[in-house]
């Protein structure tokens, strides 16, 4: 078994070290005394921000990255024919995956605070970390997103606390350590890795199965998968929702004009505190009951909690507000399933906008086929629909599935759709079609977020 420890001050090199999680890993590596290298597929944010901090990385994957390396990290989606894996496995430099790395740099660590979820584990993970630094905790933290509060996405702070994202692509949760498990909710997704969601409900099964007799899960109580599992828990189990039947729930919920929610927080039949959020969204009324529940697990007063939670102003790519253009407002969301989509545009439509835009980039051949029938409906409340190519991340175009059919079910559905298969395509038609007040909003996890930037930097044609 490979321990990270075991490399302290040596060479480590991380490929895909852009990735939202790897890049948080190899600043917490150099900040813990190791050298650190990398490669990625291209230039980006996080790698010229790595770059700053005195991290070589290099563009392009080839095996010459690797020389003089004492250990490789890699991701899940890193397949084994990946030139540098090929090329580590032959000079046998040992090879650890991303979530076994979290896992080990987890241990010690008093409480493991491990947020999981098909959607909103990196708001969530993001309102736990920030709600405990304006508490005076100073956890480590790790999560898949870019956080002001942190200055990235992650820190490393005392032994007593570390709140860590804790993803089900590719099982990497079942890496992890956790003393307390959050599960916001069980969906279908990563069907190229699942073969349904029985599959995916059995997965954070043995992820709830690692938590120690003296743990705590907790979980949406309205959520049936959730609470199936957690009626075989060995351990404490608590709930939190909109129901009274949970053990901590919302009550007197309103929602400003933009949509931002506030309401009392009730815990064995006493208010314990009151919460006015920054961010909209009804799902993230469901994400702050679970940062108040585990903050006050962990000893938090509720009150001081919910102060802090009403500082939180989102996370980046998470319905971030990225400019005006021509008077059109255009945010980007990280969303990159139909559910995340749907509930992405649900916030959009509440800021009442003349005509709301959805452009969405399809993530992976995979995952659009696996959730085809939900994609064809997932924009319903747009009045246009924009769909680019399909990203295919890290995979191969199987030939049987193109954004032309997303766009012809979504028509059959009575959406308004239109194939814009590039970026170039998909600015040229909004700067035609849209008018003053309208709302952009770009979706997916690939680099559709680029797409703003690109607009944002040609500015206004008026």
Wanted: glycine share 8%; net charge negative; aromatic share 8%.
């Amino acid at each position: 078994m490979i321990s990270i420890r075991d490399y302290q001050g040596k060479h480590v090199h991380m490929i895909g070290i852009g990735g939202s999680s790897m890049s948080g890993l190899a600043e917490m590596l150099l900040k813990e005394g190791y050298q650190v290298t990398g490669s990625d597929n291209a230039n980006s944010h996080a790698v010229e921000r790595l770059r700053k901090m005195g991290i070589d990385v290099h563009v392009g994957h080839h095996k010459e990255n690797v020389q003089g390396a004492d250990l490789l990290i890699f991701s899940a989606a890193i397949s084994p024919e990946n030139p540098e894996r090929v090329e580590a496995e032959r000079l046998q430099i040992p090879q650890m995956e991303r979530s076994t790395l979290l896992g080990q740099l987890m241990q010690g660590h008093e409480n493991a605070v491990c947020i999981c979820g098909a959607h909103g584990k990196t708001t969530t993970s993001s309102m736990i970390a920030e709600t405990l630094l304006e508490c005076n905790l100073d956890p480590t933290v790790h999560i898949g997103g870019r956080l002001d509060a942190l200055g990235g996405g992650s820190r490393i702070g005392k032994k007593d606390v570390f709140v860590a994202e804790a993803c089900e692509f590719h099982g990497s949760f079942l890496e992890m350590r956790p003393t307390m498990a959050i599960v916001l909710n069980i969906d279908a997704d990563h069907l190229d890795y699942y073969r349904d969601i029985e599959h995916i409900e059995e997965a954070f099964g043995e992820f709830l199965s690692l938590l120690p007799a003296h743990g705590l899960a907790l979980g949406w109580g309205e959520d049936e998968r959730i609470m199936r599992l957690f009626s075989k828990l060995h351990c404490e189990y608590r709930t939190f929702g909109l129901e009274k039947t949970n053990d901590y729930y919302a009550e007197n919920l309103i929602y400003n004009d933009t949509g931002c929610p506030q309401y009392d927080v009730i815990h064995k039949g006493e208010k314990i505190c009151h919460v006015e959020m920054k961010v909209a969204g009804s799902f993230n009324v469901i994400n702050s009951l679970a940062a108040i529940a585990s903050a006050h697990a962990l000893g938090v007063d509720a009150k001081e909690a919910a102060s802090a939670l009403s500082h939180f102003a989102g996370v980046h790519r998470r319905f971030e507000f990225t400019g005006l253009i021509d008077k059109v407002k255009m945010y980007h969301d990280y969303g990159h399933n139909p559910a995340e989509m749907r509930a992405a545009l649900s916030v959009a439509k509440q800021q009442k906008p003349n005509h709301l835009w959805a452009v969405m980039q399809p993530h992976t051949y995979s995952r659009v086929k696996g959730l085809f029938q939900d994609y064809l409906t997932c924009t319903e409340v747009a009045d246009y629909t924009l769909v680019t190519d399909i990203f295919a991340a890290r995979e191969k175009d199987p030939g049987d599935i193109k954004a032309e059919m997303v766009v012809e079910g979504m028509r059959a559905h009575g959406i308004n759709a239109v194939h814009t298969p590039s970026f170039d395509d998909t600015e040229k038609y909004l700067r035609e079609h849209w008018q003053e007040g309208d709302l952009v909003l770009t979706m997916g996890c690939g680099n559709i977020n680029l797409l703003n930037e690109q607009m944002q930097l040609h500015g206004d044609t008026n």
